[in-house]
């Protein structure tokens, strides 16, 4: 008994000192802990997301890729799937698990020299301490302040809010914060579209996600999920017959090739600018908003193929064969060797080839994945080698001429040859990545939405945006505006111009400036109609001079082109640098009938409550939020806010001579397609930048194409050659399955038929007529004298009397001309005559579009 009660004394004086100690641990360890009463009304950091017009996903915008799901959202098989993978007694204990602990510690003990990690015995609510509130340093410290932090929070927020910050929270790899983002990031699934293996793979990832990739450690994945299944059913989630099923299932995660979203790296780029730019970066990258965009996935995808396409034809055409990627010196292992061989920037689209043999007419190659195939001479001829800029090794006659055996090329799939012949099904053509850049937009004219915007063939080479960002010399697509300017000056489209040499004073101790039209070639007397269908320099410059650059400054910085301007002439021919997205905007505003529109690539923006912050179109609109819709019910009458900053009528005879442009001037390449078209190609000195900025009445599309370090794109390149095809790729796919209508003539003109080369009147015999557009008293009389502005006098300060500019020379029925004069590399015109006729009635024209949508066409 003595002894008993010694030993009883001493375990009391144990406990006792061993209370004493706990006491003042947790005194110890308690002070200074963080403030965790915000968790009651914490927000986790969640991604922006951009949708295109369709609602298709386009791009995230975050720091962490999170998307917050409610408790009461989340099904229970997802929190069943993690609760038996983290903390199986989750909603029995007090936020430490005594049990738990004790299991682990037995574990440890058994596992004690075996080279296993320790067992871990957090409880959820621990984790979310840890994760939320303190550091991930491994101490017996930190998992005392862990301990007590735990059980702090169990007492101020419910369980079900605990597992909801742990769910939205955990970081499960792949980019993947919460839940929600890693079912969309491995499956492309919501939460509630998961199967019991999915959701048990989510919940094996929390302890190493790193450890459990799908496809690089596959079989540790899989046994790793299959553990969590049988979890599951231990703890009565699911039955023992899901639990054998669920095992069975393949492992297989989502591709970036299944998923439905929209590619447009340079618009998102943009928009994530923009949003920046509005609401700071902490919103957006945190914010959770959730932003429409105006792009439309079709136009897009059309826009991105044109381009690069266009790209790499010049490419082909220009630049010659750079050489392979790599070489491999024998073939020993080469599929490995292959496989660790990466693709240049801009290349990841296509696949990396190996060359095994050379024959008379094709090359031989091989893949990393075992597969072979070939390329066909004719997908070889073009590739005649560079040896510098501009210059070319000897012509190719055969593969051996371009490759060698164990080049690693890239290559894609091809079907057809260039006349449509069928290749076998394992033909592919050579690929390199081309060196000259270019941007393509597309927009309505009526609202300004940006339909389509690529800034160059890949972000992946530079996320440089060469539509929004490239200050590039529009060349001659800054010519319509001048032509504009000379309309309201009192021109007609039937005024005559002297196209000959002339010279300008430049300045105290500077030499004369000298015009020139493209290829030196004159039309003498030439009406303005043909003057801008061919864009002639020299007539251009004169009628800049005549109407005074400060008028020409002014109208450039209403159609906001540019900022500002210097007053010299070179500059009415396009050498003030704009970027491609303010020119197809100012293009958009001749089309609309000169209404002032802005560039806007997003419709709406909402908060993480689905509450509207922001939207482009702000006009009042009574009953558009009817709740539904009776046959009495007349439509929202939305107002026209946008500023009329060009007459109609101006605009409309502009469209109508640009439309000359595709039918006989520089952009006549087009003329074959059967929708109404318009445009202006552009190309400045030494051909360094080619344009072409075209329209129909309800879609306005640019094309530019020059290199980042200014330099020639060939001696005879120009937007014609350059831009159009890329301009046609793109406007064939966009009118496809569209009605034709023309475009719409605004009350107050007079059409009258002429001979588009003279501009006189045109008997009812003339085939080649056309309907002119003219402000009604203007138009050309039988038998009248037409005065000619002559530009041998100058003066910059220049007025215009009624009726013509000064310094005119009359000429009664002048032809244009015959030659090949132009600012564009064009041919001549046909034979002109003069010819008289009455005025006949105008066409049908179509009734104004809407500009609560695009017109009815997009």
């Known amino acids: 008994m003595r002894l008993l009660s010694t030993i009883l004394s001493l375990l009391l004086l144990v406990a006792g000192i061993g209370a004493v100690a706990a006491i003042e641990i947790y005194d110890h360890y308690s002070q200074n802990l963080p403030d965790y009463a915000y968790l009651k009304t914490y927000q986790p950091p969640t991604l922006s997301r951009i949708y295109a017009d369709d609602g298709r996903m386009m791009a995230v915008v975050a720091e962490q890729q999170r998307l917050f799901v409610p408790i009461a959202a989340i099904p229970t098989l997802v929190k069943g799937a993690f609760l038996s993978a983290e903390d199986a007694d989750f909603y029995h204990h007090g936020g430490v698990d005594p049990s738990g602990i004790i299991r682990a510690a037995f574990i440890d003990f058994i596992n004690l020299g075996r080279g296993r990690h320790p067992m871990g015995a957090s409880t959820i609510t621990q984790q979310v301490a840890k994760n939320m509130l303190l550091t991930n340093e491994v101490s017996i410290a930190r998992k005392i302040r862990e301990a007590i932090l735990a059980t702090r929070l169990e007492k101020i927020l419910s ?167 790599a070489h491999l010196d024998g073939f020993a292992d080469w599929q490995n060797k292959l496989k660790h061989i990466v693709a240049p920037p801009g290349g990841e689209a296509w696949k990396l080839a190996l060359v095994t043999d050379l024959k008379r007419d094709k090359a031989d190659i091989a893949f990393a994945d075992g597969t072979r195939g070939f390329m066909p001479w004719s997908e070889l001829s073009w590739a005649r080698r560079q040896t510098g800029d501009d210059t070319f090794g000897p012509p190719v006659h055969s593969p051996a001429d371009v490759l060698q ?60 945006d060469r539509a929004t960002q490239a200050l590039r010399q529009p060349g001659s697509s800054f010519k319509p505006f001048v032509y504009m300017d000379a309309l309201d000056h009192g021109f007609t489209p039937a005024s005559l111009v002297m196209d000959a040499p002339f010279s300008l004073p430049q300045g105290p101790g500077l030499p004369l400036w000298h015009p020139e039209n493209y290829d030196d070639e004159d039309f003498g007397p030439t009406p303005l109609r043909v003057g801008l ?92 939020q009817s709740a539904g819709w009776t046959p009495q019910l007349l439509p929202p009458d939305i107002p026209d806010t946008r500023e009329q900053i060009e007459d109609p009528r101006t605009a409309y005879q502009m469209v109508h001579i640009l439309e000359g442009v595709v039918q006989r001037g520089t952009g006549r390449s087009l003329r074959d397609i059967d929708f109404p078209l318009a445009g202006k190609t552009g190309t400045t000195n030494d051909s360094k930048d080619a344009w072409f900025i075209g329209f129909t009445p309800d879609l306005v599309c640019g094309v530019y194409v020059g290199f980042d370090n200014p330099r020639t794109l060939g001696k005879h390149e120009t937007g014609a050659s350059v831009a159009i095809p890329i301009f046609r790729a793109f406007i064939t796919q966009a009118i496809k399955g569209k009605a034709p209508i023309p475009f719409r003539e605004p009350p107050g003109l007079r059409m009258v038929r002429v001979d588009p080369e003279t501009e006189n009147l045109a008997p009812p015999s003339d085939k080649n007529a056309i309907w002119e557009a003219f402000i009604p008293g203007t138009e050309p009389k039988p038998g009248e004298v037409r005065p000619v502005l002559d530009g041998s006098v100058t003066d910059a300060n220049a007025t215009i009397p009624s009726g013509m500019p000064a310094v005119a020379t009359p000429v009664a029925g002048m032809t244009a001309g015959s030659g090949g004069g132009s600012g564009e590399n064009t041919a001549p015109p046909d034979a002109m005559t003069p010819a008289t006729a009455p005025a006949m009635p105008p066409p049908a024209t179509a009734p104004q579009p809407s500009i609560t949508g695009t017109g009815g066409l997009y």
Not at 302 to 325: F, H, M, N, S
Request: proline share 4%; aromatic share 8%; net charge negative.
């Open 159 to 325: 369980k079900d809010r605990i597992l909801e910050i742990y769910l939205n929270e955990i970081f499960l790899g792949d980019h993947s914060y919460g839940v929600a983002a890693a079912a969309l990031n491995y499956f492309g699934k919501s939460l509630d579209e998961l199967t019991v293996a999915q959701a048990a793979y989510l919940a094996a990832l929390p302890k190493a996600p790193n450890n459990y990739n799908p496809v690089r450690d596959h079989a540790a994945a899989v046994a790793r999920r299959n553990w969590v299944i049988q979890r599951m059913a231990d703890n009565g989630y699911i039955t023992q017959e899901q639990a054998v099923e669920a095992q069975a299932d393949p492992l297989v995660a989502q591709t970036p090739q299944d998923d439905d979203s929209v590619s447009a790296d340079y618009f998102s780029e943009e928009v994530r600018r923009e949003l920046i730019a509005k609401f700071g970066e902490d919103e957006v990258m945190g914010g959770g908003l959730a932003v429409k965009t105006s792009l439309n996935p079709y136009l897009q995808a059309a826009a991105t193929k044109a381009l690069r396409d266009g790209l790499i034809a010049y490419d082909r055409r220009e630049q010659g064969w750079r050489g392979p990627v």
């Open 405 to 464: 055996k164990g080049d690693v090329v890239m290559v894609e799939a091809v079907k057809t040859d260039a006349k449509g012949k069928a290749y076998p099904a394992d033909a592919y053509t050579l690929r390199q990545v081309p060196v000259v850049e270019g941007a393509i937009v597309a927009l309505d004219p009526h609202t300004g939405r940006v339909f389509a915007l690529s800034g160059g063939f890949s972000d992946k080479i530079s996320q440089f």
């Open 533 to 624: 269908e061919k864009s002639q320099n020299v007539m251009t410059v004169r009628i800049a001079n005549a109407i005074g650059m400060d008028s020409v400054i002014a109208y450039a910085k209403k159609f906001g082109i540019v900022d500002d301007m210097p007053p010299y002439l070179s500059f009415a021919l396009g050498a003030k640098e704009t970027t491609p997205l303010r020119l197809v905007t100012a293009y958009g505003m001749i089309v609309n009938g000169g209404k002032k529109i802005t560039p806007t690539l997003i419709d709406r923006v909402q908060d993480r409550d689905g509450k509207t912050i922001w939207r482009a179109d702000n006009r009042d609109c009574t009953g558009c």
